[in-house]
């Protein structure tokens, strides 16, 4: 079993920025693919981005040239760097994992949550106006 944990939300006014990161509970986890989803309220869970092992990413339309997502794989932790943050991208923010052995969806469909056999707990981000 695999634990994710993110951190790093908090509030921010608009224009502004936030780091995220999600640790996993194993040294020896090293899924192929994992991503950022987030949920507002009241609306579905929507993919933000996805990276593979070899660093290749993929972002939603909405936050494309805003946001970045980064794996450090000594670590075994994966970030996203939000910037120009607007009031829509308020949500609880949910890191992602594939199964290893097993997965390899990223990127073509690392923004679909059914690729993703493991979820954390999630963190807050509030943009204010």
Do not use: H
């Not at 933000?48 to 997502?69: E, L, N, P, W």
């Not at 594939?98 to 990223?106: A, N, V």
Request: hydrophobic share 30%.
């Amino acid at each position: 079993q695999v634990r994710l944990m993110e951190s790093g939300g908090g509030s921010v006014e608009v224009g502004g920025s936030l780091s995220l990161s999600c640790a996993t509970s194993r040294d020896d986890y090293r899924p192929k693919c994992m991503g950022w989803f987030r949920q507002a309220p009241g609306k579905e869970r929507e993919g933000v981005a996805a990276i593979d092992s070899g660093g290749v990413a993929t972002f939603a339309d909405s936050v494309k040239g805003r946001f970045t997502i980064s794996k450090d794989n000594a670590k075994n932790t994966l970030y996203l760097q939000m910037n120009s943050l607007k009031p829509e991208d308020t949500a609880m923010y949910y890191c992602a994992a594939e199964p290893d052995p097993g997965g390899g969806y990223c990127p073509r469909r690392g923004l679909m949550d059914d690729v993703y056999n493991y979820w954390g707990q999630g963190t807050p981000v509030t943009v204010s106006s």
